[in-house]
């Protein structure tokens, strides 16, 4: 099937340009149509479908054309909406005007794009929360605390005849730190694992020749993408693999063994592995038990892996978690060690995460103006400094939703939409 999807105060009059049939269209009813060219001639049969402005995504008249979805006759269709005097949308015009026409703000619709580029199903469940607006609620909430606690300054301001008691000034400290910077604190620990959740993180594993690195990467990605041999110095490049640690998307690499060669290509692969180590989020170092000779490590490590547990070998430093990469003993653990070290946390736990950049910067900035404004709030010849650092917070805070003058926060968020949406 070919949709499209047409926005304005025009779409009604453009669809019935091109049906053959004279009926009115009802409002959400789908219609079985005709559609035609400028001679009349038939284009294409489907369901056309009427959403009338304000109750549809946009806000505004929107038709739909479900047709056959052929790629020739989608674009005869296609055209002939163009003659009749629609145009191509820009990405993320159709969710743009449903921020504009008040239908959503722009937290929700940057879960919209969230939802069509989450790669696990952790990821697609936190953007529909926030696509329900559960995110822009909780910000909306801050900014009407804050809005209260502003007010009470900017009274004190009005009124300087006045004299204010130090136990005002206290309870707002208190509120301000209980009821606002606490909670913008707790959002920002979520960051990580929320960007995380949608951007994906690396992990490198780097080692030894020969102590098992490719046949872990085989295992934990569950396909047979390394070549395995008892022969050192087999993985001469880096070679990478997606798959998810409890929902997270993590790109697994493998690198070649660390070790000295006169081998050119060889000591190229050790070059390249450094390099994977030090770019990698999470670095795993993995040695031998039955060869004490690869249990030092020649790079830092945030996990150290000792495989084959199941041969003969000496005692094995507490710091290393133990596998066998044959049978998979330790395999489930070194997958909890890896998401913690990815920062995840309990799922029961989760609730809202930051999962985008623009929004982790935001509540930073915002929290430095909120403390800024609390170090200034005790002193009555700087309560006009407070408001002020409190007011752009109050500001930035409203950027995420798409409050205030942000045309050039949607002319950014829009352009990473994909056309259609």
Request: charged fraction near 25%.
């Amino acid at each position: 099937m070919g949709v499209i999807r047409i926005s304005g105060p025009r779409a009604l009059r453009v669809l019935e340009g091109i049906s053959a049939s004279n009926r009115e269209m009802q409002p959400r009813v789908a219609q079985l149509s005709s559609w035609l060219d400028e001679a009349g001639d038939l284009l294409d049969q489907g369901l056309s479908l009427y959403f009338p402005g304000p109750n549809s995504y946009t806000g505004e008249d929107v038709v739909e054309l479900q047709g056959h979805g052929g790629p020739v006759l989608l674009r005869a269709l296609l055209d002939r909406v163009f003659q009749l005097g629609c145009r191509a949308a820009e990405p993320g015009e159709f969710t743009r005007r449903a921020v504009e026409n008040g239908k959503i703000d722009l937290s929700q619709a940057e879960a919209v794009a969230a939802c069509i580029d989450a790669a696990t199903v952790r990821a697609g469940k936190q953007a529909q929360r926030q696509l329900q607006g559960a995110f822009g609620q909780y910000i909306d909430e801050l900014m009407h605390t804050l809005t209260s606690l502003v007010a009470h300054v900017e009274a004190s301001l009005d009124f300087p005849e006045e004299e204010i008691p130090a136990l005002f000034f206290d309870q707002l400290a208190s509120r301000m730190q209980n009821e606002v910077i606490q909670p913008v604190d707790n959002l920002l620990a979520t960051a990580q694992l929320g960007e995380r959740l949608f951007d994906g993180a690396t992990v490198a594993i780097v080692g030894a020749p020969n102590v098992g690195k490719s046949s872990l990467l085989n295992m934990l990605s569950g396909r047979d993408r390394a070549i395995v041999s008892d022969i050192p110095g087999t993985t001469r490049d880096v070679l990478e693999i997606d798959f998810e640690v409890h929902g997270i998307p993590v790109r697994l690499v493998d690198t070649a063994g660390l070790r000295q060669s006169d081998d050119v290509i060889e000591q190229e692969g050790v070059r390249r592995a450094h390099q994977a180590a030090h770019q990698a989020d999470v670095t795993i170092f993995m040695a031998d038990a039955s060869r004490s000779d690869t249990w030092t490590p020649s790079v830092h490590a945030d996990v150290s892996l000792m495989n084959k547990i199941d041969l003969e070998h000496g005692d094995i430093p507490e710091h290393f978690l133990s596998l066998c990469a044959k049978t998979g003993q330790g395999l489930e653990l070194l997958r909890d060690r890896l998401a913690s070290q990815l920062g995840d946390i309990n799922l029961a736990d989760e609730g809202l995460l930051v999962t985008r950049e623009r929004h982790r910067v935001i509540l930073l900035d915002a929290n430095n103006h909120l403390k800024a404004g609390l170090l200034s709030l005790g002193d009555e010849d700087k309560l006009e400094l407070t408001a002020m650092e409190w007011r752009r917070a109050w500001a930035l805070l409203g950027s995420i939703l798409g409050i205030g003058d942000v045309e050039h926060i949607l002319d950014h968020v829009f352009s990473e939409f994909c056309i259609g949406k």
